[in-house]
């Protein structure tokens, strides 16, 4: 209800929440009357930018009080005067502010009519604390469901109550590692045949870890508050594994040529290689699969989807790296 309501104030009219007491000052002036002006009108505000019209009290250019108090006082404003203009129309939202807030940095946005005059000015500290607190509830709601964790629960909840929302998906983490471990002592004669491939182990892990979350973090962010919908989701699907297969080689190949500089054992890079290239592709999958999965199961995808990806990839990528070795080795 908070993160809702904070989204409806950010449909306001940013027109609502501009100042009034901006300068304005004419372009044909010098940069001494321009300073002469702002002493004898003394705005109540502070001072970030002086807007510069013409005869016509048009926007013409914005002046930063930098550029006017360490210009010489016979400069004229026109001159130095910042002509590339981004302005916000009198029909803005403050969501449209905030955007144009992030890509250009600015520090207030003049809004202006059609016919180019001076409204107001919206000051970035009118909306910052708004915009802030939205982003790192919805940011620090996304990072803790990924793990498994409800974050109003957290917050809440006594401390029993928090361990039994937490202990649940830890085992899916305490799982996966076990079966890893059986998995791993099936394979058991090849790791003691070729010691090397247990450096590797990690690296083969972390990579297609990292790809899962990653998948699985754009199809919960694809998916947020919006409808499911199948054919989004095959769409996804097909956009996804090419990727995974794009960054499963490009892994696969630079940590296989490390290995082959590194202990020129040509098999052993290949089978790095292969196993990366097979693991990543699958990690994509399963990042993009289990969400979809849950979501058709009626189970909220956030909390779940972390761990039981988390262990799937594991799972996958050690039996790809282990049986490869056995094939290519053994």
Not at 75 to 94: F, G, N, R, W, Y
Not at 127 to 155: H, K, M, W
Not at 193 to 209: D, K, R
Not at 239 to 248: A, F, K, N, Y
């Amino acid at each position: 209800m908070v993160t809702q309501n904070r989204t409806e104030h950010l449909d306001e009219r940013a027109l609502d929440h501009a100042r009034r007491d901006f300068v304005q000052i004419p372009a044909n002036e010098t940069v001494d009357e321009a300073l002469c002006y702002v002493r004898e009108h003394k705005p109540t505000g502070r001072i970030l930018y002086l807007y510069v019209v013409d005869d016509n009290e048009r926007l013409v250019g914005v002046l930063p009080t930098r550029r006017l108090l360490l210009s010489s006082p016979d400069t004229q404003v026109s001159d130095i005067m910042v002509k590339s203009l981004v302005t916000l129309p009198s029909s803005a939202t403050l969501m449209d502010a905030c955007e144009l807030f992030i890509l250009h940095r600015f520090l207030a946005l003049p809004i202006v009519n059609d016919r180019g005059h001076i409204l107001g000015v919206v000051d970035v500290e009118l909306y910052t604390n708004e915009i802030s607190d939205l982003v790192r509830q919805e940011e620090s709601q996304d990072i803790f469901q990924l793990i498994g964790v409800r974050l109003a629960s957290v917050q809440q909840a006594a401390q029993w109550t928090v361990f039994a929302n937490r202990f649940p998906w830890l085992l899916c983490n305490v799982a996966g590692g076990l079966a890893c471990a059986l998995l791993a002592a099936q394979f058991e004669g090849i790791l003691n045949q070729v010691i090397v491939l247990s450096l590797f182990i990690p690296v083969v892990l972390a990579v297609s870890e990292s790809v899962s979350i990653q998948t699985l973090s754009l199809v919960l962010q694809s998916h947020h508050g919006n409808r499911f919908v199948w054919r989004e989701s095959l769409h996804a699907f097909t956009r996804e594994i090419p990727q995974g297969l794009l960054l499963g080689t490009a892994c696969g190949g630079l940590v296989g040529v490390v290995v082959l500089v590194w202990k020129q054992m040509g098999l052993v890079a290949l089978t790095v290689f292969l196993s990366m290239v097979l693991a990543v592709s699958t990690a994509a999958m399963f990042g993009l699969l289990v969400p979809t999965v849950l979501h058709t199961a009626q189970r909220d995808p956030k909390v779940a989807s972390g761990p039981i990806v988390l262990a799937m990839t594991d799972l996958a990528a050690l039996f790809y790296y282990l049986g490869l070795a056995t094939w290519l080795l053994g």
